[in-house]
Nanobody, 127 residues
Framework: EVQLVESGGGLVQAGGSLRLSCAAS????????IGWFRQAPGKEREGVSC????????YYATSVKGRFTISRGNAKNTVYLQMNSLVPEDTAVYYC????????????????????WGQGTQVTVSS
């Protein structure tokens, strides 16, 4: 059974940091692109950051570039999202998702491409 489980969300003041984790099981982890997406009430789900199957390539949304860092430890079947300098606009439910790929170069970060999704973790940034 494919499972993706997010953790690390919470309430933080503007300027603070959080590290999200995505633990994967039930599939061959190093054959998949892993992405972080977020959705706020009344807004579309957007791609935040995605990382290729072996970690060679990454993508960041313009709004988070320079503040967030994605990484993966394939031996641990885990992907991380380090979030620094948080602002209230980062408030959302954050989801991790997986997309099967054939090589360590693709970093597509559009939600409709992804096959497997976690349940999400809430991130709230106060002013």
């Amino acid at each position: 059974e494919v499972q993706l489980v997010e953790s690390g969300g919470g309430l933080v003041q503007a300027g603070g940091s959080l590290r999200l984790s995505c633990a994967a099981s039930g599939f061959t982890f190093d054959d998949y692109v892993i992405g972080w997406f977020r959705q706020a009430p009344g807004k579309e789900r957007e791609g935040v950051s995605c990382i290729s199957s072996g970690g060679k390539s990454t993508y960041y949304a313009t709004s988070v570039k320079g503040r967030f860092t994605i990484s993966r430890g394939n031996a641990k079947n885990t992907v991380y999202l380090q979030m620094n300098s948080l602002v209230p606009e980062d408030t959302a439910v954050y989801y991790c998702a997986a997309l099967q790929t054939l090589g360590d170069y693709y970093t597509g970060c559009t939600s409709y491409e992804y096959d497997y999704w976690g349940q999400g973790t809430q991130v709230t940034v106060s002013s």
